[in-house]
DNA sequence: CATGAATGAGCGTTCATTCAT
DNA sequence: AATGAATGAACGCTCATTCAT
């Protein structure tokens, strides 16, 4: 009954997590001050350290809680059997107002770059970017074309992240019509030729 | 006849500027040194203040210069005519290794990482990349499909700019099967119906 | 009869002590943190703060009851009545022993080195050590050579310390060696001419 | 005519090791703080880092010149021939004062006790002194008695570092009476019969 | 009596920027 | 124009000490 809540704003873990969150979105990985970080979880920046070894911990951290989200998210393919394509297309209009929320599009550019200059960082999101990857392979393989699957997911993705990065250079972007043009685009990209 | 040549190495600012460049690309924006920067220009830290007024401008500027090069790039549209969106994929193959480059995707990353967190370079970007856009709407106007243009180029750069991004995060990405695919892609996008 | 039994692990305050002086030895006064103190005493950091006032105060108490320990030694000269250079000399292998060990030389290079900085400290140990120092005068007076015997015993110890610091600059001393030729050291300091 | 005086408080470096010494004297060098050796040195806390690169560099300089003096005072002995040992009781009332010098003997004391937990310093530290007896052993061997030769400087070494140790707990320590003392210490240990 | 989570001042060090030359 | 020595504020992190329980 008394169940503690997982992963509420009472585990203090959690809490550095999310102000580091909050955080790296306002300033960067490196822009964020350990005392802002502190600040916003509400702790004195020693405290953090009874938690995290050093800030670098915080950000692989978050990296690795980022990708568990994201596999939960495509458990939902799973499910979708051979509807997948259909499945896609209805939540278009989600997917859209996912990637172009500035938090998360901006947290994905934090991880990006990261990855650019932090080797240890890159080879972890290396191995759970290609896990995730080829769990999505698995829940496709069977509803949509099979020819080139990896490449054609590969797109699919980099489409969906590159709209994250136009919402931030180009801020009205018309997520509506877009939407609706992906319909063609996803079509085309996965739809199997009965 | 003597007209000083523009952008070559001789210039001082422009050698600042390539400098800065290679430093962000391998440190990022944050991590680069201004003594690095110094080094790599063959000039004093002390000196750049003379042609700079902060390392914030030099980002600035950098990222003006960068744009400025674009803006040459999509000059080709203009003169391809009706031929466009055969250009478009004739010139595909050149296109992705280009967005592959880790040195310009990284700068791509930096860049619109700079966008998130400062105002001043958000603004000039934006501002920058609505004009390019604007440009290159322009050339394309009379010889791709017309419905929801402006989307339709916003999802293609998303595309390239994406890919650019998932190279980062997956290096053994298929580069000549995603070009195969995007032909397809690029059909959807804008060929006219006869 | 139920005396409660003084100075063992049970007193916690000796324990503190003790953890104290191992921490001291390992680390340095400086290096020893209060955290790795508690751990050796089984204690919890805060607890300590219940027998102690600070860090500081631990030092002195440790300094103090090493030269409670040192009374002790010293209480033999004493017993030796007339017999005493004999008695140094018979005893000096032991000595040599005691003061070449590791942990003693350098427990006392952090009490010599506190005194040196810490100006309570160093009052506190100038008492001490005036009053041992009173104490073996008086039980040598009636068996050594009397003139400057303040001076004499000054150097005696001198050259015991200085072995003790000697072992830890070279610590392939030859003990052996030393002890023998402190035997004629000895004599010359101390023997009556008959 | 205008030769640079070596050493002086012009070279920066110089002046950083001289305020360093000062400031381990009056600390401690786990307590002795880099902005007070910046102070003293007349220089800012970031500057030193162009001539140091961190404060154990400092400190391991310090120790390196502090052995160099001593190599040139011991050079001294060279040039006394077969009258070594009268050499060293003629100069023993300066040999005196320079080892109750509390500056000198107070770095002696950081040094020994830096030596106990660092073991680089260490190390490097048994080398020098290990370089150092050599040399006064090859510049006694003609002169002094040759028996356990080794083992008798280090008895005298040990005395002479003692007397600092000593007048740092008890300052007090009557010079004159010691050094009268000490010349029969000299002969026993070193003087050749007949 | 006892805990250990929590604090926050202060450390060694870095680096954008300045300025005497 | 050009240097690079010099600055000092600000960083990530530590640890003696406190205090709610």
Not at 25 to 47: L, N
Not at 175 to 180: I, R, Y
Request: glycine share 4%; charged share 30%.
């Amino acid at each position: 009954m008394s169940e503690a809540l997982p992963k509420t704003c009472d585990d203090p873990r959690e809490r550095v997590l999310r102000a580091a969150e909050r955080a790296f979105v306002a300033s960067g990985f490196h822009g964020a001050r350990m005392a802002q970080i502190a600040k916003e979880a509400k702790m004195s920046p020693g405290h953090i350290y009874h938690y995290f070894e050093s800030k670098e911990q915080i950000i692989a951290e978050m990296i690795r809680a980022h990708y568990e989200e994201k596999k939960v998210t495509v458990e939902r393919y799973r499910e979708a059997g051979d509807q997948v394509v259909d499945m896609m297309i209805d939540n278009l209009k989600d997917s859209v107002a996912a990637k172009t929320d500035p938090f998360w599009s901006t947290l994905m550019l934090e991880i990006a770059a990261e990855a650019t200059r932090n080797p240890e960082v890159a080879s972890s999101i290396r191995n759970m970017d290609a896990e995730l990857k080829g769990r999505v392979i698995s829940y496709l393989q069977d509803s949509v074309r099979k020819d080139n699957l990896e490449s054609r997911l590969e797109i699919f993705v980099a489409l969906m992240q590159g709209i994250g990065m136009r919402n931030i250079l180009n801020p009205s972007l018309d997520k509506e019509a877009v939407t609706l043009i992906l319909r063609d685009v996803i079509e085309v990209l996965f739809r199997q030729k009965d």
